[in-house]
């Protein structure tokens, strides 16, 4: 159970011998897959097989197999043995072992200089262990790297080391000591240094983010290696690290965070002033949260001052990657309270944000989050959807987020009542995700509360993410009443100009004449509003209006018939593509809703007045769609 697995890494934490054994065992999940499982692995006796030649590197450091340029490679060291080479880097120190066991070589040239990557990840099941040497045979230096596990929840290794154009580099493959070899193979890529990798050269960047990151090819500078505030699992050095400058907007509390927005093990390190540091860090932090091993960097901010960012790897953490970062004011945003929900609309891809809110009353108790016997959800943030179909929908983290969510789901707009949840979720993703999925049922014109955050771990650690909304079932829209119809069915059209079925009186220019339909839903708030209103065969420039009612007959205007004629408002006015146009578009996009001053409960009329060509009876050049009358919901 989660709880278990909670108290039993807690106690994990005291037994543990060395500081990254410590770091792992903060991780319920990964705490299964430490390397205490690998300690009571018996090691491999050296020369059980008689040394053979091995398929896919060389056994001998003194004749490596070549490989050339980028790509992936094979690998086979199932029989291979343990050289007396490369068994004692101080870099290869990982769970106090230092040697590979049944190592193969390889020899690589470097066709750039910036940054060479050799992982395993993703490419083998053996449990690798990688270093990587300068020169083309056996190492007389030190490694240039050396890892063992990078690659989340499983034992594969991935390497960076700076390379320079020309030069060759042996890279030793081999085994966690025990584990024992088996068949895979490897990538090799190389990249340029990103232009940030020096705290000279930090790229600028307002707001909150988020902002986009890759470390994979960042080197490790000399600064901000020694801050006493950056010492955490007893190091103090940020990895691979790349340097950003940001101004606060306002003053406060602010924070560096990648919670959520990256599966990289991050480091983080804020300084006053721009360029390098000349002064001690006013905020450092490695891991942010008890379940995972982001950042949040908590520093206080004034307003209008630059500040200095450097965003790395833990120490002894080789596999830097993309991800993202958010630099966030530590106030609880509105949706922190039910009854205030951020609006969400459609289908799509939404963000989520519970990196500091608090933890309400609502929604603790529910039996469907009874979770690992926890039904509260933490660090909860609130939503109001509004769903643009009919049928079974899915809202899912599983793709959005590294924060280990808890979700409910609610029916209507008001802060729930106690035992009215439709669907909760903990762990829906996979064996070792720790992401949630709700499905429920949606019906068009009605709105849901989202309820998102956290498990229970007995303190707040929200996070950054994305949810997918989804539905499968049948669209929805608000159907408009037709009124006004110049195809017959109602008064005769100005000059004898009848339209087709449905129509509004015909045109120059396309005798069936204009039709106005529509798609969305007719909304009378922020969120619910989604109507859309088009204009179809209109050869010039359009102007939808509204009106709060109808002429007592339709009244002869230009080559057609206007009918909404009390209390027009002009909503705007649009250019037609191909004889088509929408709105909200054009020079007035407000939504509907805003732009008509309406209410709920409302009925309103919809018309659009267009320009046309010479030809018919009238010398006036212009025409109208049919009407369409809305009645306004929630």
């Not at 769970?95 to 390889?106: E, K, N, T």
């Not at 950056?230 to 691979?240: D, P, R």
């Not at 603790?364 to 690992?372: D, G, R, V």
């Amino acid at each position: 159970m989660k709880h278990t697995l909670f108290f039993l890494s807690s106690f994990a934490l005291l037994l543990a011998g060395s500081a990254e054994a410590q770091k792992v065992n903060l991780n319920p999940a990964k705490n299964s897959q430490s390397k205490a499982v690998k300690r009571v692995q018996p090691v491999a006796t050296p020369g059980l097989f008689a040394p053979a030649p091995a398929v896919g590197g060389a056994d001998a450091c003194t004749t490596p197999d070549v490989v050339v340029g980028t790509g992936t490679f094979a690998f086979d060291n199932t029989i291979a043995t343990t050289g007396t080479q490369g068994q004692a880097e101080p870099l290869c120190n990982i769970f106090a072992l230092v040697a590979v066991d049944q190592d193969v070589w390889f020899t690589w040239t470097a066709t750039l200089t910036g940054v060479a990557t050799v992982s395993t990840c993703g490419l083998t099941g053996v449990d690798t262990k990688i270093a990587a040497y300068d020169g083309n045979t056996c190492p007389t230096g030190a490694a240039l790297a050396c890892s063992d596990d990078d690659c989340g929840f499983t034992f594969q290794s991935s390497i960076s080391f700076p390379c320079t154009s020309g030069n060759s580099y042996l890279i030793q493959i081999g085994t966690y000591p025990g584990a024992g070899g088996g068949t895979g193979s490897f990538s090799i890529s190389a990249s340029n240094v990103p232009l940030n990798d020096d705290c000279a050269t930090p790229q600028s960047i307002s707001g909150p983010g988020p902002f986009t990151f890759n470390n994979s090819a960042a080197t490790t500078g000399a600064q901000g290696q020694a801050e006493p505030t950056c010492n955490f699992f007893g190091g103090t050095a940020i990895q691979k690290d790349i340097w950003y400058t940001w101004v606060a907007p306002a003053s406060g509390l602010f924070a560096v965070v990648t919670r959520g927005l990256t599966d990289v093990d991050t480091k983080a390190a804020i300084y006053d002033g721009s360029g390098c540091p000349a002064a001690a860090a006013i905020g450092c932090n490695d891991d942010g949260g008890i379940s995972d091993l982001q950042t949040t960097a908590f520093f206080v901010a004034t307003a209008g001052n630059t500040y200095t960012i450097q965003l790395g790897l833990y120490q002894g953490t080789t596999a830097g990657g993309p991800g993202e970062f958010m630099v966030m004011s530590t106030t609880p945003k509105a949706n922190d309270n039910c009854a205030t929900p951020e609006p969400v609309s459609g289908q799509g891809t939404f963000w989520f944000d519970n990196a500091f809110s608090t933890t309400g009353v609502e929604g603790q108790t529910e039996a469907n989050c009874n979770a690992f016997t926890f039904t509260a959800v933490e660090s909860d943030s609130w939503y109001l959807w509004t769903p643009d179909g009919n049928g079974t929908a899915t809202i899912s983290a599983c793709n959005g987020t590294s924060t280990d969510t808890k979700i409910a789901v609610y029916p209507g707009g008001a802060c729930p009542t106690a035992g009215t949840s439709l669907a909760c979720n903990d762990d829906f993703c996979g064996s070792i995700g720790l992401q949630s999925e709700v499905t429920f049922t949606v019906v068009c014109g009605q709105t849901y509360l989202i309820q998102v955050g956290t498990y229970p771990y007995g303190g707040q650690e929200g996070g950054l993410g994305r949810l997918d909304y989804s539905i499968v079932g049948t669209s929805c829209s608000t159907v408009g009443t037709p009124f006004c119809l110049g195809d017959g069915t109602g008064a005769p059209c100005p000059c004898g100009n009848t339209g087709a079925v449905g129509h509004g009186c015909g045109s120059a220019a396309f005798a069936g004449g204009a039709i106005l339909s529509s798609s969305g839903i007719a909304g009378a708030s922020a969120g619910t509003d989604t109507l859309v209103l088009t204009a179809t065969d209109i050869p010039g420039p359009g102007l939808f209006f509204q009106s709060n009612g109808l002429a007592g007959a339709p009244i002869n205007f230009g080559d057609g018939h206007l009918c909404a004629a009390v209390g027009i408002i002009r909503l705007g006015v649009v250019f037609p593509t191909s004889g088509v146009a929408s709105y909200p578009g054009g020079l007035t996009p407000n939504p509907i809703h805003i732009q008509g001053a309406v209410s709920n409960g409302q009925t309103k009329h919809y018309q659009c007045w267009y320009r046309s060509v010479p030809g018919l009876c009238t010398a006036n050049n212009y025409d109208l769609t049919q009407g369409l009358s809305f009645v306004w919901g929630p």
